[in-house]
């Protein structure tokens, strides 16, 4: 191996090119040469692909079309999935009231845990599947790869592969199966720094999250509060990306060329796109039938028990107090600090906690509550704080299984808790010199 | 029967037309893009054109896609026709999105969660910029054909 590899290098310095670009040009040459000679064609024609190919892949339009697009996709999942989402709300605000007054523990499960809690997390499964939606359009009509190619020479000069482009936009729906695919990119260091940036993209369990504080504070500007999520997301990822590039020595170097086959555009089929968003959304409803379900449990037993006293004085109550001081200086409180704790279980939990903490059902009085506890400045500081902060368990564990490795888990983790509180304190700061 | 050279001819007036249609789009695109853009500022009030940043910028865009196409056809590129069927397939993306969006504050407001509903603040710029842009489809549709047959 070490012969061939010298014998690589020293083939590549001669050559004046690396041999992952050579080898392939060569390799499409010698195909071209055959087919001129075997096949006879009237005339090069203009083909559709071409003509999209010259808007979508331009040098100075295929970025900002890309990101207009993207933002039409956030927009679509949060402006058009609203009346659903109250129709849902309402039915289950019309389940808890089937057992009265909560004044019994069981009266209190039901309305305040399942209804209250579960409910309200189900209640965003609208949204969740119509940006399923628009990103299967996106997928089958051929859109997404040349996504990934004008990406790259961003991405290149910001030191991450063209081939991580895939997998973190994978991570917009999971960063479990997005952190899995980044098998395809084979070189070990552009494969760890994918792996470490992609909790940053900002996966759909934390769209809840930026659903809630959006609606409740920035009206006619939430969908955009929350593509400047995705967009702050992307932009981490790429920094981090550059930062770890720079300065880890494992992980120095140049990121390896990228190669990609451009598929044609086709026209997406109604039964492929529905598929597609159905296998990604059903995950969201598996998690809900089990961890979020579990979590609603423990979040109302937690903040239920002891039976009688004082929500402050409960468990989650002491829990909360015990963190609020390390989240104090961002401005965020004790109920915050129980929803951002249990938050690493899965980041939906995070809304569930709120539903469960203030008590009230519905997603316009859940808002309410939440308004009386933050202000916009903070609600924008702990949208970023849930992007940035912890992966969830899940996620953990495939990092962990990915890279082999405790260190690089360890790592991820530790980075992220810095970044999101640094990230978070700096929103804090700015908005208040700004907004006093 | 016309010869081949009488057909690139006609395609290239045709172009030239496409190039104009292309540039009027791409200029009434690129001023509600800047209005919507300053609304947020407060420089500018005025119920149709919404207050609304982000929106403003993807406006841009599609007025950039429609320069960039006027500007090539103008040169004589035939490619530059892509940037033309981009620009319509963007503002038909845009136009629907508000659509759908305007169908759902409609829904809101039928179960009680909008307190009103105004068809000026929802027949946004986007919409029927979209629907001006689609009357240049079909010619868009017959200028593909030719342009492939040629």
Known sequence: ?436 | MKTLQERREESKLELKGFAVGSAVLGAVYAAFGVLEVMSVAGAFSFEPVPADAASGLCLLVVAATFLLGAKELLEGRTLGISFVVVGVALAAVFGLLYILIAVAHALMFVLGEAEELSLLAELRPEIWLALAAAAMAPYLRRALKELRAI
């Open chain 1, 1 to 436: 191996m070490e012969e061939i590899r010298r014998i690589r290098e020293e083939l590549s310095k001669k050559l004046g090119e690396d041999l992952e670009v050579l080898l392939p040009a060569r390799r499409y040459e010698i195909a071209g040469e055959i087919s001129r000679r075997c096949l006879r064609r009237r005339e090069e024609r203009l083909t559709l692909t071409d003509m999209l190919d010259h808007v979508f892949l331009h040098r100075a339009l295929g970025i900002p079309i890309f990101l207009a697009l993207m933002y039409a996709v956030f927009q679509f999942a949060y402006s058009v999935s609203e009346p659903f989402m109250v129709m849902l709300e309402a039915a289950f605000g019309w389940l808890a009231s089937l057992a009265g007054e909560a004044e019994t523990p069981l009266a209190s499960l039901w309305a305040d845990g399942i209804c209250g809690g579960l409910g309200f997390v189900l209640v965003f499964i609208f949204p969740i599947f119509f940006l399923f939606l628009a990103l299967a359009i996106l997928e089958d009509s051929g859109y997404l790869p040349r996504a990934a190619f004008v990406m790259d020479r961003l991405m290149y000069r910001l030191g991450l592969h063209g081939r991580s482009f895939i997998p973190l936009l994978l991570g917009f729906g999971c960063n479990l199966p997005a952190i899995m695919a980044t098998r395809v990119i084979d070189d070990e260091r552009d494969r760890l720094i994918t792996i470490l940036v992609n909790p940053l993209m900002s996966c759909s369990a934390r769209l809840p999250v930026y659903v809630l504080l959006a609606g409740a504070f920035f009206g006619a500007y939430a969908g955009a509060a929350i593509f400047s999520m995705y967009v702050l997301g992307i932009a981490l990822a790429v920094l981090m990306a550059l930062l770890f590039r720079k300065t880890i020595p494992q992980l120095r170097g140049k990121p390896a060329p990228f190669i990609l086959e451009l598929p044609p555009y086709l026209r997406p089929t109604l039964r492929s796109v529905l598929l597609k968003t159905w296998q990604r959304g059903v995950v969201f409803l598996k998690k809900a039938a089990t961890i979020l379900f579990a979590g609603a449990l423990a979040l109302w037993a937690l903040s239920s028990f002891p039976w009688g006293v004082p929500l402050e004085a409960t468990y989650a109550g002491m829990l909360g107090h015990a963190l609020e001081p390390l989240l104090r200086p961002l401005g965020f409180d004790w109920m915050a600090a129980v929803a951002l704790f249990f938050g690493f279980l899965a980041k939906e939990i995070v809304v569930e906690t709120f539903g469960i903490l203030y008590g009230v059902a519905g997603e316009e009085e859940i808002q309410a509550a939440v308004a009386a506890h933050m202000t916009p400045v903070t609600a924008f500081a702990f949208m970023a704080f849930t992007l940035i902060y912890l992966p969830c368990l899940a996620t953990f564990g495939i990092i962990r299984a990915e890279t082999g490795s405790w260190k690089w888990t360890l790592f991820a983790v530790a980075y992220e808790l810095a970044l999101a509180y640094a990230v978070a304190a700096t929103i804090v700061a700015f908005g208040s010199i700004v907004w006093g």
